[in-house]
């Protein structure tokens, strides 16, 4: 299992498949019922981007489908999985982009962060350029948070296909704030609120107030109205 999750960190997803898909017997069922279920999400990611979900399909079926306890973790996991295996496509990026707003998602950052890099993945796929980019600035902040380095490697790799130049940190305040950090703050500068900027970055207003909270040490403020002067200062430039 956790050789697949390498392989998907280096975007190489055949392997993940392969790895995943080797937690099942032959005739589909689980050779180990809690690695099986916890690996679905992530089945389901590579089976999407290496066009096999039908494959995928039939061996989550049995999982998704039981009737049975599931911890926060395995509802997260089990929703990912189902919205991509579905065959039925219509509201598929805001049904995924839903699970990773999930509440439960604060107490399971990983597998949030694997959510968005699915948001991103559908969201370019259906032409909206604007929201892979925003799920992929919300995970990026998530695998740094975690030291997940190839996973953050992947991001900045993906965000660059979207059109983000992701430079080395400049010798300026507002280099030393996370990706995230630094489109929060942007915003919130221009005038948005935590909830407007959460609803654009897939975050609840509560973790947006407390990325400004971190942020504001960073930035030499102690408070909101300060933040203007501080961004734009920086290198930042206003929106037009």
Known sequence: MTRGWLAAADDDFGTTFEQLTALFDDDGRPRHRLLASLALGDLASAARRTGRTDDARV????????????????????????????????????????????????????ERALTYLDVADVARSERQPGAARDALLAATD???????????????RELRATGVRVEPKAADPVADLTDQQRQIVKMAAEGLTNR???????????????????????????????????????????AP
């Not at 295996?85 to 049904?95: F, G, N, P, V």
């Not at 998530?142 to 900045?156: H, N, P, T, Y």
């Not at 897939?202 to 002067?229: D, E, M, N, W």
């Open 196 to 238: 407007e900027i959460g609803q654009a970055m897939f975050l609840s207003p509560r973790t947006v107030g407390s990325h400004l909270y971190r942020a504001f040490p960073k930035l030499g403020i102690s408070s909101r109205a300060q933040l203007p002067a501080a961004v734009f200062s920086a290198g930042e430039s206003a």
């Open 59 to 110: 061996l989550a079926a049995p999982l998704l489908t039981e009737e049975r306890w599931r911890s926060a973790r395995q509802r997260l996991v089990d929703a990912r999985a189902a919205v991509l295996l579905d065959a039925d496509t219509s509201r598929r990026l805001e049904r995924l982009t839903e699970c990773g707003q999930d509440p439960a998602g604060e107490q399971w950052p990983l």
């Open 142 to 156: 998530i695998f740094e948070q975690l030291g997940a380095r190839r996973f953050e490697d992947r991001v900045r």
